[in-house]
């Protein structure tokens, strides 16, 4: 594949620098040059987002760029001049699907030979993606990453206009910046940036070579936007950061998280969440302020990854299955009525099978409410994925469907305790499956259906349980 001039191609290796430089925080890097303006005048875009909440939130910047350019969104790839896949590289099953998607959306040009195909979130931070892309999939005319989502009016606009392919992805370690448009998707719950990158580098992780560095916004621009939020009538928010007990380290805040969470509280916005935090670095000053206020939630996502402390130290996790479980219990012991939910890695290289029981023993001891499960995914560039493999897939798979089997049965144990029980429910709006039924979230994030009457979306109501499945509660508000 040959560079063209002006392309910005990834290098992994690159993106695993860190450097003591302090980020710096831009506050004037966006901007729509004024012949660009009205770029999407009369054009549709279709924007489909894989993986974690940090991409729903850049989505929600992409969004808010290209509404600012006169884009108007559609619901459908068909119906779309501009269609752009925001992608997750955390496991390679999904970026393969992402590839077959991307593949088969070429149909589209038949009936629209100028639609635009666009790709970007993490896949695109990675060179091998890159190439793949630039050499096979000829369709695909913008690609643009996880630092660049800033330079989409201008990129958009070389494409559009100079009829050119559009690359630019940059592996720096990455700035701050801040007033980006936002379309919010939610109309009471948001999503707010308090960091991004990650320095943790677990071993298995593609995560700090794609989105490069931890830093930090400052704590008045956090606040500030919540409290915007709060004025424009959301309920809930929930502080997004890969490792949110990080937050303030870079900028030298004291008490770090523990200090941003008092001041959101401080706020008086009625829900509080935040994801994801690591046990490493999970201090008692945060869960102290975690018990102190009723408006966070008691709703803790801990990942584990596995129950074992050999495995945890190749994984480079930096804590044993003994310090997370006394994390563990300290928090169930301070916070009242905790819900915890983690993830869980099976079939990482050599995975002995005593291993994999310590990790079903650990899910007897934490009884999860909910947990996210994966067998291992060799990511390009990763120290794990040089190492050696001795467990089969069909070893790793039976792993997974026994930890599934597990970890449901505490799930359903644990909301079987919800039975009879009042609880306070953020409405979201009517149930996916039955509308003359609601559903929303309870504080401890359980799933509810209820009958109600004159209740609206934002409503938080009580509601007294009637029946309790694994994933889900029923009821009716009361
Ligand atoms: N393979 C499988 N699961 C992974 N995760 C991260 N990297 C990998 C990988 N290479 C999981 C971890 C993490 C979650 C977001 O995704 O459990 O906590
Ligand atoms: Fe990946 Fe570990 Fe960072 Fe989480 S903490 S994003 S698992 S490197």
Redesign the pocket.
């Known amino acids: 594949m040959k560079q063209q001039p002006g392309w910005a191609l990834p290098d992994l290796r690159a993106a695993q620098k860190r450097t003591k430089t302090e980020s710096v925080i831009e506050r004037s890097l966006f901007q729509i040059p004024s012949e660009i303006k009205q770029l999407g005048q009369g054009k549709k875009y279709y924007l489909r987002t894989y993986g974690c909440q940090a991409n729903e939130r850049d989505s929600e910047t992409i969004a808010g760029i290209l509404e600012e350019l006169m884009f108007i969104p559609v619901n459908v790839p068909e119906e779309a001049d501009l269609v752009i896949l925001n992608t997750c590289a955390?496991r390679k099953n999904a970026e393969d699907k992402v590839l077959g998607e991307m593949g088969s959306l070429k149909r589209l040009q038949r009936d629209n030979p100028d639609v635009i195909f666009g790709l970007c979130g993490c896949m695109a931070q990675e060179e091998e993606v890159v190439n793949l892309l630039l050499e096979k999939y000829r369709h695909v005319k913008l690609i643009f990453g996880t630092h660049n989502i800033h330079r989409l009016p201008e990129l958009l606009y070389d494409v559009m206009l100079g009829g050119k392919r559009s690359v630019e992805v940059l592996s720096k370690e990455g700035e701050v910046i801040e007033n980006l448009p936002v379309k919010r998707f939610g109309k009471h719950k948001a999503w707010v940036n308090i960091m991004y990158g990650?320095?943790?580098?677990?071993t298995?992780?593609?995560?700090?070579y794609t989105?490069g560095k931890e830093r930090s916004r400052t704590m008045e621009d956090v606040l500030e936007e919540i409290r915007e939020l709060k004025n424009e009538g959301y309920k809930e928010v929930t502080l997004l950061g890969?490792?949110v007990n990080s937050y303030g380290k870079d900028l030298h805040i004291e008490k770090g998280f523990a200090a941003l969470l008092e001041e959101t509280a401080k706020i008086g916005i009625d829900r509080i969440r935040f994801t994801?935090s690591?046990p490493w670095d999970f201090s008692d000053e945060m869960i102290d302020v975690i018990a102190k206020y009723d408006n966070i939630m008691p709703f803790i996502h801990l990942?584990v990854?596995s129950g074992d402390s050999d495995m945890l130290k190749i994984?480079?996790?930096r804590y044993t299955r003994e310090e997370y479980l006394t994390l563990f219990h300290k928090i169930k012991d301070k916070v009242k009525n905790c819900a915890f939910s983690t993830?869980i890695i099976v079939g990482f290289p050599n995975e002995t099978e005593e291993q994999f029981q310590q990790t079903l023993s650990l899910v007897d001891e934490c009884k999860f409410d909910n947990a996210y499960t994966f067998i291992y995914s060799p990511r390009e560039g990763t120290p794990a994925a040089k190492m050696d493999d001795n467990v089969s897939l069909e070893v790793k798979q039976r792993r997974l469907a026994e930890l599934n089997e597990r970890w449901n049965v505490y799930a359903n144990e644990k909301n079987m305790a919800y039975q009879g029980q009042i609880v306070k429910v953020l409405v979201d709006g009517v149930s996916k499956k039955n509308k003359e039924v609601y559903s929303g979230y309870t504080e401890t994030n359980k799933l509810v259906n209820f009958s109600a009457t004159d209740v609206k979306p934002g409503d938080i109501v009580n509601v007294r349980i009637t029946a309790c499945k694994t994933f889900s509660l029923d009821g009716e508000m009361c």
């Open positions: 955390v990650c320095d943790k580098f677990c298995y992780c593609i995560v700090p989105r890969q490792n994801t690591h990942p990854q994984m480079g996790r993830d």
